[in-house]
């Protein structure tokens, strides 16, 4: 596999935290309305770091690896 472009990889990531992270938002506020900022951020980052680096993007990258590689689609090899 070619190494990806910075460009590829960094929008797969806004792809992946967006999400991720709106989510996490939504189901925390209820939780943490009452909490200052900077713990909300603190309990929101401590969730939301190992959910990325264990779970979303390694299935969004094995899932788009022909776009990040440059192949033509997702059943082609090269």
Known sequence: MTK???HKIALLT???VYPMITVL????EPLLS???????TLVLSLIM????VYGTM???TARLRWWLSGTSGPGATR
Do not use: E, T
């Open 25 to 28: 938002l939504a189901v925390l």
């Open 49 to 52: 770091v190992p959910a990325m």
């Open 58 to 60: 390694p299935f969004a």
């Open 4 to 6: 990806p472009s910075k």
């Open 34 to 40: 009452d909490v200052a900022i900077p713990l909300r």
């Open 14 to 16: 806004w792809l992946v």
